[in-house]
């Protein structure tokens, strides 16, 4: 809702208010962001500024006391008194660095904020629009408007800016971000999601301190180093409790985000494009639109932030055709073959998958040109007949056959040298003429601020799509951009927002306009591209190249706080780990991959009938659950920091919850189990999900408990390894959703003392999973109590 009364704005979701009021000389001042409130009297709220301070810089002669450092703002300029870091940096037509937006108008538009020239994504679905416009005091044409959208079910608002140029000359944008406000208190911690290839999103936190403390990227994409989006927690918030407010930006390119703490530990906020190598002429006529930011604010800590982003990502950002739509188990065949595969060996593979119950079979990188491993053939969109004989429509109508959808991979933003694209379009690729560039992966980056370029990627793209029945591509992108440069441009200050603008109009021209109902997945090494912007197009983005179970807990983890599982695509995958050489039980590499869009990447062939058969079950216990585990609340929280971590999900009286171990220590600690989505007056079954121990697990041990004598490597015990395996630690408990939501206790773990089936055989990365459901009708008795077994 918008309400605007005696100068002030209020714009109110479900659960926040965010306020704001013009000031007598025209600009905008903060007044409050946070819980939902009443008020419409704010001079309880509003800053005090009495008496001008010694140093500051009055805005005018005629305004003492009012200055534009003191005063909370909702954006800023340069030049006129505010010295905190600004959000806009423009070369006025006069050459200087000045100017004085001050309001003019404003407008309340019914929907989301569009941008409709910019070529940009932004947010849609059912809000509600401010537009504040300030004209500058001297250059009366030049103005800026401020966007606010309220997306108010999901308690998330949307800001964005336009710069317009209605002057009669050209102006510089060397900085524009998509939102500022400035809070009056600075007593928060920063939490940010880095990384890097195969550590995506891991979270760290930083205490906000005097100065600046930026969260950026360099890389031409969003990147896998920090993350566009990051909080700000208040003492004492955690997953279930506090204050939280959090930020995202639906962009894919150099992000930049600011939190300052002033003098007077006052906070400023502010994200947009990253001015880094950043400079846009603006006509006259021109202008130019900022991507959407987003934030949101609870006072019930991250589970609650998660849950708004979440809510807000469903139904606001995923495009309408896969909005809530239940996503395919697929099995893709990178980590089993690589580059080296036939079809006769893909077959198998699919084959074997479908017969454990998988959806939807990938063809990964490696079926066309001369693309036998990746140092030639990326650009020649052509199928290898000699890998696959038949071509790609034989292939995908084989697999159809089977019973099962077919998907593909590409990188069409990049090229090999040894490719007959290069060959034919050396100039295609960016580089500086005259320098020698960096290679990554053996590739370079075609140019997509170009037309020609961006047009053969829709074709040949196109010309793939076509020939074949395909429902899935997974959209790759295996660098970083370096040696920015286009012959394209006149002021290569543009190249980087102009590349980011040519990838979204290739994405929209092929998957939005012409294969709608394909399911985008994209992929940039992993997570380099994990993004609000991406998501727009794809529902569905390659999480990480690291498929290591516990290293997937970092990484998941991070990644939650802002996206939902819905969006997460985890692929259970061979032990050891091929990034980490970490094995990790079965049962833990599905307890995490199920709490996001379930893949297997691996060959069933080198696995035993009895993992084949455990795959099957997980397989079924996922389709069983799938709505749920997509869509349902997701929360977690910490039993004992460092050791253990709960994830669950939560709708309609069921959940779905996992413990992992993070670390084993001998002689550990008693688990309990909280769900956190359990309500109070209803009453619950809880069953563990059932899952197996490989017998190889006890090593030498086993030679104590056989009545013959075996060796833990020999030749019995590998056939008794490979064919047999126990049930691990079934449990079965029936509670109140009090008790549940202050956590029941689990079966104690294996210790090294002896052997029982109700024990929990974990160690180091063993995990347990548990169904919860409610029991309607249910009267607690003292014989219905039961415990494990
Ligand atoms: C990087 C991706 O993240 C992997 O999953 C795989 O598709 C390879 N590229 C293929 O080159």
Redesign the pocket.
């Given at each position: 809702m918008i309400e605007i009364f005696d100068s002030i704005f209020k714009l109110s979701t479900r659960d926040t208010s965010y306020i704001f009021a013009l000031t007598e000389q025209g600009h905008a001042e903060h007044i409050y962001y946070g819980k939902r409130i009443p008020d419409r009297d704010m001079s309880s709220l509003r800053l005090k500024n009495t008496i001008m301070l010694g140093t500051t810089v009055d805005y005018q002669a005629d305004t003492a006391g009012y200055s534009l450092d003191t005063t909370l703002l909702e954006y800023s300029g340069i030049g006129k008194g505010d010295f905190r870091h600004s959000p806009m940096e423009l070369i006025m037509p006069d050459g200087s660095f000045v100017t004085d937006f001050v309001y003019h108008r404003h407008e309340v538009t019914d929907g989301p904020f569009s941008c409709g020239e910019s070529g940009l994504p932004y947010a849609t679905g059912d809000a509600e629009t401010l537009h504040l416009i300030f004209k500058d005091k001297k250059y009366e044409g030049v103005t800026l408007t401020l966007h606010y959208t309220v997306f108010e079910a999901c308690n998330v608002i949307g800001r964005c800016v336009t710069l317009e140029n209605g002057g009669r000359e050209s102006l510089y944008i060397r900085k524009l971000m998509s939102f500022m406000f400035d809070m009056p208190t600075a007593d928060y911690t920063m939490l940010t999601l880095d990384g890097g290839w195969a550590k995506e999103a891991h979270i760290h936190e930083r205490a906000v301190s005097y100065g600046i403390q930026v969260n950026d990227s360099t890389t031409g994409g969003s990147s896998n180093r920090h993350n566009p989006a990051f909080l700000l927690k208040a003492p004492g918030a955690d997953e279930e409790r506090g204050e939280v407010f959090g930020f995202n930006l639906i962009y894919s390119g150099n992000h930049y985000s600011a939190v300052e703490k002033g003098n007077h530990d006052t906070l400023r906020i502010m994200s947009g494009i990253n001015p880094h190598c950043f400079l846009w002429k603006l006509n006259a006529g021109e202008s130019f639109c900022t991507p959407q930011a987003v934030m949101s604010y609870t006072d019930g800590g991250i589970n609650a932030f998660a849950a708004n982003m979440h809510d807000f990502v469903n139904r606001h950002v995923i495009r309408p055709t896969f909005r809530f739509s239940e996503r395919p188990v697929v099995v893709n065949n990178?980590e089993a073959t690589f580059f080296h595969f036939n079809r006769r060996k893909l077959l198998a593979l699919a084959r074997r998958a479908k017969g454990l119950g998988v959806e939807m079979f990938v063809l990964?990188?490696g079926w066309f040109g001369e693309r036998n491993h990746?140092r030639a053939g990326l650009g020649d969109w052509v199928v290898n007949k000699k890998k696959l004989p038949g071509g790609l429509a034989s292939l995908s109508k084989a697999i159809h056959r089977m019973g099962m959808k077919f998907g593909l991979?590409f990188e069409p933003e990049c090229v090999n040298p040894d490719s007959n694209l290069y060959r034919a379009h050396p100039d295609w690729a960016i580089r500086v003429p005259g320098r020698e560039p960096g290679f990554g992966r053996n590739q370079l980056v075609l140019d997509l601020t170009r037309k020609d370029v961006r047009d053969y990627i829709v074709e040949s793209v196109s010309t793939v799509l076509n020939g074949a029945e395909i429902e899935y591509v997974?959209w790759?992108y295996?660098r970083h951009i370096s040696d920015m440069y286009s012959s394209s441009l006149s002021n290569q200050g543009e190249f980087f927002h102009r590349y980011i603008l040519g990838l979204y109009e290739v994405l929209r021209r092929i998957f939005v306009e012409n294969h709608p109902t394909v399911l985008l997945e994209s992929?940039s090494?992993?997570g380099n591209r994990f993004d609000l912007g991406m998501l727009c197009y794809s529902p569905q983005i390659?999480t990480s190249?690291d498929t290591d179970a516990l290293e997937r807990l970092d990484i998941q983890r991070g990644i939650y706080t802002f996206y939902p599982q819905s969006t997460v695509s985890a692929h259970v995958s061979m032990t050891p780990n091929q990034q980490t050489l970490r094995a990790a039980p079965l049962s833990t590499r599905f307890n995490v991959a199920m709490f996001g869009v379930l893949g297997y990447e691996l060959d069933f062939g080198e696995l035993t009938r009895d993992e084949r058969r455990q795959i099957k079950e997980q397989i079924a216990f996922y389709k069983a659950h799938r709505s749920l585990l997509q869509y349902g609340r997701l929360a977690r929280y910490f039993p004992r920091a460092g050791e253990r971590e709960s994830w669950q999900i939560s709708r309609d009286g069921k959940a779905v919850a996992a413990i992992y171990n993070l670390s084993y220590h001998a002689s550990p600690a008693r688990d309990t189990l909280r769900i956190l989505g359990a309500e109070d007056g209803k009453t619950y079954e809880v069953s563990s999900v059932k899952q197996y121990l490989r017998i190889g697990r006890f090593g030498s041990l086993v030679k104590h408990i056989s009545p013959v004598a075996i060796k833990s490597d020999g030749a019995i015990m590998r056939f008794v390894d490979r064919n047999f395996s126990m049930v691990d630690g079934s449990e079965h408990y029936v509670s109140s959703g009090e008790a549940l939501q202050s956590g029941i206790s689990l079966a104690m773990q294996y210790s090294g003392t002896g052997y029982d089936p109700h024990l929990r055989i974990l160690g180091d990365g063993g995990s347990t999973a548990y169904t919860v459901d409610e029991l309607k009708n249910y009267e607690h008795t003292f014989e219905k109590g039961n415990g494990n077994g």
């Open positions: 990178w990964d990188d990746d991979w997974k790759d295996n992929c090494s992993g390659w190249d």
